[in-house]
């Protein structure tokens, strides 16, 4: 026997009307998600590319990239803050290039331990904002998202 009682008929109503607007408005969250990540690691890239000679000594003096020689390490630094953040904003290759981001900005804050409060702040709110991406996805409004319809619809049924 099932038992009704009006406010929580309402509320349970309430409820789902509140689910179905966070449902549509979860693509655009994705989204600015997207940019503000893709944002801050694109423009470091272009800082790297306006000052090549300051880049250059960074690497060599201040960060402590291990493994790699510091030059090898500022170029392949700046292609990553170059391409991959584009390649997040528009959502190809998405959550491949929120994995590498993720993994590159962890290696930023290592090789620099002389990191302020704040700017460690930035890093651990874009290693959230990347790994929400990496394991939950771009969304709808993502280019993933168009191909994986048009190339394997049976995944949308």
Do not use: C
Request: without cysteine; charged residues 15%.
């Amino acid at each position: 026997m099932k038992v009704h009682h009006p406010v929580i008929d309402q509320l349970a109503g309430l409820t789902r009307h509140a689910a179905r607007i966070l449902d549509w408005l979860s693509p655009l969250g994705l989204l600015i998600m997207r940019l503000w990540v893709g944002w801050a690691f694109l423009k470091s890239g272009y800082l790297k590319t306006t000052s090549w000679d300051s880049t250059l000594y960074l690497f060599n003096y201040e960060y402590q990239v291990p493994l790699l020689p510091p030059e090898l390490a500022a170029w392949l630094a700046t292609f990553i803050e170059l391409v991959l953040p584009v390649l997040l904003i528009i959502g190809l290759a998405g959550r491949l290039s929120a994995l590498m981001l993720f993994a590159f900005n962890i290696m930023a804050v290592i090789s620099y331990p002389d990191l302020d409060p704040a700017a460690a702040y930035d890093h651990q709110a874009w290693g959230i904002m990347l790994l929400v991406l990496m394991l939950g996805g771009l969304g709808k409004l993502a280019v993933d998202h168009w191909l994986l319809g048009r190339f394997f619809p049976a995944m949308y049924r």
